[in-house]
């Protein structure tokens, strides 16, 4: 990877992995055909958010703790979630209803809203494997998880506990920006 720490793969549109990246996006974004995929490989974020996510595992007891959700952005702040992950600090720049966590969609078409077209009109989004563990529900004023009843943190809040659309993490290492999605 050179001096740079992360790099994107190109994902042949033959492959199953496209196949299988685009069903998902086309599931609730259904008319959009011209889709670039690219594999996001940072050694650097994976370490982090695989330690992150075994402790949860471990305290949780179960290898069910993450999910594939969507985050739409723009551009500008693509390349910073390729560096650095999905960090507080540029959080919320889309009117995020928390104002510390960051934000991701079961549905694409919901994170559709949060993208911006460059200047070949193409749109930016990712898929993202989430921490998303123990969840409870969040609101607005939330800048951190609550704790659950043994004292530790909530691993994300959600806008609907009993069907959750949204999912809302606190911690860097929560979520890995598995596949970046370009597409008209």
């Known amino acids: 990877m050179g001096g740079q720490q992360w790099k994107c793969v190109p994902v042949s549109a033959n492959s199953t992995e496209y196949k299988t990246v685009l069903q998902i996006f086309q599931s609730t974004m259904p008319h959009y055909y011209r889709v670039r995929l690219n594999r996001i490989q940072n050694p650097t974020l994976w370490r982090q958010y695989q330690a992150?996510?075994?402790?949860?595992?471990?305290?949780?007891?179960?290898?069910?703790?993450?999910?594939?959700?969507?985050?739409?952005?723009?551009?500008?702040?693509?390349?910073?979630?390729?560096?650095?992950?999905?960090?507080?600090?540029?959080?919320?720049?889309?009117?995020?209803?928390s104002r510390r966590g960051v934000y991701f969609a079961v549905s694409a078409k919901?994170?559709?809203?949060?993208?911006?077209?460059?200047?070949?009109?193409?749109?930016?989004?990712?898929?993202?494997?989430?921490?998303?563990?123990?969840?409870?529900?969040?609101?607005?004023?939330?800048?951190?998880?609550?704790m659950q009843s043994d004292g530790t943190p909530f691993d994300s809040v959600v806008d609907n506990v009993s069907n959750p659309g949204l999912y809302i993490v606190f911690r860097h290492a929560s979520a890995y920006p598995t596949y970046l999605l370009s597409y008209k």
């Open 52 to 97: 992150h996510k075994n402790r949860i595992e471990t305290k949780m007891q179960t290898t069910n703790v993450t999910q594939q959700l969507f985050h739409g952005t723009d551009v500008a702040t693509c390349d910073k979630i390729l560096q650095h992950g999905f960090g507080r600090s540029f959080a919320g720049k889309n009117a995020s209803r």
């Open 110 to 146: 919901y994170s559709q809203k949060y993208t911006k077209p460059n200047a070949r009109r193409e749109r930016s989004m990712f898929l993202v494997e989430v921490v998303t563990g123990a969840y409870c529900q969040g609101n607005r004023r939330m800048s951190f998880a609550p």
